[in-house]
Nanobody, 126 residues
């Protein structure tokens, strides 16, 4: 089993940037495909971005394409989400998720990720 801990959330003005981090522990990080999801109050959890085991394949929700970048450093066992040009519709609790995976594959369906972090809050002020 892998444990995930997110950090980097906070309050930022619209148009600003934040970088989220996710630190897994318990297993070999490079064995896992990773994803970021978010959930706003009263709304369903939604896919944000995903990255393959080796970091060569990524996928994004249309709402964040061109603004957010998912990356990973397998040597440092860390997953990142760089969020630029934050908008009023971006506030949510952001979760990282992990699933064992083959190479060159990403997964955008949350239900297929068995491991989740506790989430980090992102707030955007107008």
């Amino acid at each position: 089993q892998v444990q995930l801990v997110e950090s980097g959330g906070g309050l930022v003005q619209a148009g600003g940037s934040l970088r989220l981090s996710c630190l897994p522990s318990g297993r070999t990080f490079s064995n896992y495909g990773m994803g970021w999801f978010r959930q706003a109050p009263g709304k369903e959890r939604k896919f944000v971005a995903a990255i393959s085991r080796g970091g060569t394949i990524t996928d994004y929700a249309d709402s964040v394409k061109g603004r957010f970048t998912i990356s990973r450093d397998n040597a440092k066992n860390t997953l990142y989400l760089q969020m630029n040009s934050l908008k009023p519709e971006d506030p949510a609790v952001y979760y990282c998720a992990a699933r064992t995976s083959v190479f060159y594959r990403v997964e955008t369906t949350g239900e297929l990720y068995p491991y989740w972090g506790q989430g980090t809050q992102v707030t955007v002020s107008a």
